[in-house]
């Protein structure tokens, strides 16, 4: 334990970021999600050989980990609007390291730039949605902060793969996805065998195998052959997982509409937004 929390420091010392705010423009990709998690890597030498699903996502913009200091800007204005008890509540998992580790984290100011470890999956949603309506102006909205599913996460993955690109993905820390994690044995594939994102909105009170949320990636904790194959609980925070976001643009969509409805449009009823006036 004391050797995992000194290298979660050590780590925190040495990744260099520089990129606060930034956003990865990501193109359209048609890919297969098993091939690049690693699922059949030695056998299938060429992506056009597997047997597996396939994915298609558009164009996409991905942002780098959300930084310490992007966090704090978020409890500060928490602070501001909510009681103390649920301000604390969002605040990084304080038993993820041991606590004299965690007071010198949230203390010290030096690791701002740095990646926010230790936040729970529910309070990383919470910032999705603190940044949808901070820079939504008025009862419009017009785009959505959320989390990527695997799809995206692997999508942006392959391509800074497959053009030798400088990205903080699957090194240092691991990320939350949107996805929830199931074993059963339900296929999620569509009829034309494409690959669909899963997604349960799980409440507080369910039990907790109902609440499991993907992880994709490796990190100074595990290197993982399969890079989406792994889960944590939707109220607990990882010392080596952080998160991204992914800004969607809304357009208009009829909700009278039978469900499934896009997940952007779940997340908005989710988080009391249903009623904001989506542009056509």
Avoid at 133 to 149: A, M, Q, S, V
Avoid at 213 to 228: N, V, Y
Avoid at 244 to 260: H, I, Y
Wanted: charged share 25%; aromatic share 18%.
């Amino acid at each position: 334990m004391k050797k995992s929390c000194a290298v979660f420091i050590s780590i925190l010392f040495v990744l260099s970021l520089n990129a606060q705010d930034q956003f990865y423009k990501i193109p359209a990709k048609e890919f297969y999600p098993g091939y690049v998690r690693g699922e059949g890597m030695h056998t299938f030498h060429s992506v056009n050989a597997f047997p597996g699903p396939k994915a298609k996502t558009p164009s996409l913009e991905l942002s780098c980990f959300i930084t310490l200091r992007e966090y704090r800007e978020f409890l500060a204005m928490a602070k501001k609007d909510s009681s103390r008890a649920v301000w604390k509540a969002l605040f990084p998992d304080s038993t993820m390291c041991l606590l004299q580790v965690y007071n010198r984290y949230m203390g010290n100011s030096a690791y701002d730039p740095y990646p926010v470890v230790g936040v729970s999956w529910r309070n990383a949603l919470n910032y999705c949605r603190w940044r949808t309506i901070n820079e939504n102006k008025g009862d419009t909205i017009k785009f959505i902060y959320r989390l990527p599913t695997e799809t995206e996460w692997l999508s942006a993955y392959d391509h800074f793969e497959s053009i030798a690109g400088s990205t903080d993905m699957s090194f240092d820390y691991a990320d939350w996805l949107l996805n929830s994690y199931d074993e059963s044995a339900y296929d999620f594939t569509d009829s034309l065998n494409n690959y669909e994102d899963y997604s349960y909105w799980a409440r507080i009170s369910e039990p907790f195998v109902m609440r499991r949320k993907k992880i994709a990636g490796s990190s100074f904790r595990f290197s993982r052959g399969d890079l989406a194959h792994n889960y944590g609980y939707d109220t607990e925070g990882y010392r080596d997982v952080g998160f991204r976001m992914v800004k969607v643009p809304l357009v208009w969509f009829d909700k009278t509409r039978r469900r499934p409805w896009p997940i952007e449009y779940d997340l908005l009823e989710l988080w009391g937004l249903d009623k904001k006036i989506i542009v056509k």
